[in-house]
């Protein structure tokens, strides 16, 4: 009978024939075939719990069973076989023997649980290491990269030094173990171990020193006999101050600097006292002196106390207080500190001079005084009891006892003359004096101006008239004459300053300094006939204007006729029928429109002629042809040249 091919194999001979499926007639010879079935048992190990360290590289071969050709899976059943070489992880693999035959394997693996522990080998920042005795260094004070580090005398085996072991001298071996696994280094760090006792204590000369704050004194200029010292601001502990550290009195403290900072704890106190001289001052930088009297350098005046000079700015020996005073300059320095000569850094230069009255003139800010322009004269400062006089002038500021200045306004042009009396510094009276000749220096401009050159019969006009002082020198009583001619009739007047009288046309100008203007306003009515050249003049001044040539301005206007007659009545009785407008013949380009009170349009031309009678040309409000009814109506009339005219009229019937 058929064995079903869903029948388990076992060892045995098994027969194969070929089946017909027409005729299911099989093979009359059939095949023998002998079959083996191996199943090879799960491999077995004495650690299914096994550590490896990561220093020793360990891979997949270096599990550990009891068999031979054994394969590695990351899972229980299935997946692919791990290759021997493959480095080993912490985790779980699944062993099965493999039959090197058939290729069959364990149908049931072996778990084992490994763990790779860590193999840290410690470093450090420095292979030479070097301490100083005073700080206590220990085996811990070794200075490593890790944590949990042990060390030994030798680079292999030995035993553990303690970490509170005192430090000398040597060389250390650091090793790191894993405390979870046990895990060792792979490989000890070498560090080489330097105690050092600390430098001495430095010493100096002096405990005491003084320095001068000119100098710009700094930490590294304390005197000491040793080098390489630091100084600090407390007998221990603290930083280290720069060495380029500006002085300030107190107490220092050095001690000898140590590459390895094996400093001594006994340090050296310096005490500091940095002097700063003071700055010279003088009431009066150019100092005048009798030369009768024999003034010394004692007399110089400072506002200081010790205090020497010198005769340059620089250098130099300090002249004694005795000596005679010579016209020049002479060279102050303060001291400070007299044992050890601390002068102030810049000198304060003082000039000698002596009394001369012969070189003392009296000075003016002006040689060609202008009249009425104030000028001021002056003599040389430090005197007393001035008494000033002055022909042809006024003193208007200064000029009084204690005055070296007076200014002066001269009264009129010609002849004038400055006088001072005074006390020189050493009780000797003196008189200067200026003779002067006074100038008008001024000149008066006139201009007039009109608004509107080409107004209606009726328009109003405004003139302005402006007079300008030009000129470097004021004027009094400046009269001015404007009188309208016949084509105007008055209508108002105004003045920046001074009257108008408009029934004599003249202006009066109490003042007039000097660079300044005025202006007069006149507003006129244009009249139909008439002279219309409106003519204005500078008649008199005081002083009288040198220049008559700019005194006189004239402005004309050229009126145009153009007058409506605003109101007519057309009722064909042969007076007044027509709208009239004079002179509208003259404007042959003009237009005349009309509208009544509502704004519609009632008649328009073109060239009007005064022809209107009243009649509307405009259909609208009322019809072509018809006769306007009484009353108000608006009228423009507009001229080629551009004027416009606008108005009411009246319709009277």
């Known amino acids: 009978m058929p064995i079903v091919s869903t029948s388990a194999l076992v060892n045995g001979t098994y027969y194969a024939a070929i089946l017909d499926p027409a ?13 083996t079935v191996t ?56 062993g099965a023997i493999q039959d090197p035959v058939t290729g069959c394997e364990s149908s049931v693996r072996l778990l084992v649980a490994v763990t790779v522990g860590n193999t840290i080998n410690p470093t450090t920042n420095n292979a030479a290491q070097s301490f100083c005795s005073t700080t206590s260094p220990t085996i811990a004070s070794i200075q490593v990269n890790e944590s949990n580090v042990t060390w030994f005398s030798t680079a292999t ?28 280094s792979s490989t000890r760090l070498q560090v080489t171990v330097t105690v050092t006792d600390p430098s001495p204590t430095p010493t100096t000369t002096d405990t005491a020193q003084d320095f001068c704050s000119i100098n710009t004194p700094t930490v590294a200029d304390i005197q000491v006999n040793e080098a390489n010292v630091i100084w600090y601001t407390s007998a221990a502990g603290g930083t280290a101050i720069p060495s380029t550290t ?9 001690a000898v600097s140590s590459a390895i900072n094996c400093e001594n704890p006994a340090r050296l106190a310096v005490a500091v006292n940095v002097n700063t001289p003071g700055i010279i001052t003088t009431p009066n930088t150019t100092q005048t002196f009798c030369l009768s009297k024999l003034p010394t350098i004692a007399n110089i005046l400072v506002n200081e106390p010790n205090v020497v000079f010198y005769a340059a700015a620089t250098g130099g020996t300090p002249l004694p207080a005795g000596t005679l005073l010579t016209a020049g300059t002479y060279y102050a320095a303060a001291l400070s500190n007299t044992t050890n000569g601390c002068e102030s850094a810049a000198r304060l230069g003082i000039t000698i001079a002596f009394e001369n009255d012969a070189l003392v003139q009296l000075t003016t800010t002006d040689d060609t005084p202008c009249v009425f322009q104030g000028v001021t004269y002056s003599i040389a400062n430090g005197k007393s009891n001035y008494v000033w006089s002055v022909t042809n002038g006024t003193i ?6 204690a005055d070296g200045s007076a200014t002066i306004s001269w009264s009129d042009i010609g002849p004038g003359r400055v006088e001072v009396t005074y006390t020189n510094n050493c009780d000797e009276t003196t008189t200067k ?8 220096c001024s000149d008066l401009t006139i201009t007039n101006v009109v608004d509107n050159p080409t107004p209606n019969f009726g328009d109003n006009v405004t003139f302005t008239i402006t007079v300008n002082n030009v000129g470097e020198g004021g004027f009094i009583n400046t009269i001015v004459s404007d009188l309208l001619p016949s084509g105007y009739n008055l209508v108002s007047s105004n003045t920046s300053t001074g009257t108008y009288d408009p029934a004599t046309g003249l202006w009066t100008i109490p003042t007039l300094p000097a660079g300044q203007s005025v202006t007069l306003t006149i507003v ?20 009288l204007d040198v220049d008559a040539a700019n005194n006189t301005a004239s402005v004309s206007v050229v009126p145009i006729c153009l007058t409506v007659y605003n109101e007519f009545t057309p009722n064909n009785d042969g007076a007044n029928d027509l709208f009239r407008i004079d002179c509208i013949e003259t404007h042959s380009n003009n237009e005349l429109k009309v509208f009544n009170r509502y704004g519609a349009l009632v008649y328009s031309k073109a060239h009007y002629e005064n022809d209107w009678d009243g009649t ?9 042809g018809d006769m306007l009814p009484t009353g108000t109506y608006f009228y423009v009339i507009t001229i080629g040249d551009g004027t416009v005219k606008k108005g009411w009229l009246s319709i009277m019937r």
């Open 396 to 401: 208007t500021s200064g000029g009084g006892t």
């Open 23 to 35: 005729t299911n007639c099989q093979s009359a010879v059939r095949l023998a075939i002998a079959v």
């Open 433 to 440: 004096f200026l003779n002067v000749t006074v100038a008008t």
């Open 39 to 94: 199943d090879p048992a799960t491999p077995t190990t004495t650690d299914a719990a096994q550590t490896f360290c990561s220093g020793n590289a360990p891979t997949v071969a270096n599990i550990q069973v009891n068999e031979t050709n054994v394969v590695w899976y990351t899972a229980a059943a299935g997946g692919t076989a791990i290759p021997a070489a493959t480095a080993l992880a912490t985790g779980n693999y699944y």
């Open 246 to 254: 500006a002085l300030a009195a107190g107490t220092y403290y050095g």
């Open 157 to 184: 085996g030995g035993t553990a030094i303690s970490a509170a072991t005192a430090l000398t001298s040597g060389v250390y071996y650091g090793n790191i173990v894993d405390p979870a696994t046990g895990c060792e």
């Open 616 to 624: 509307a040309n405009v259909s609208g409000v009322v019809n072509r």
């Open 524 to 543: 006129a009515e244009v009249l139909s006939s008439g002279n219309y050249l409106n003519v204005a003049a500078i008649e008199n001044s005081t002083p």
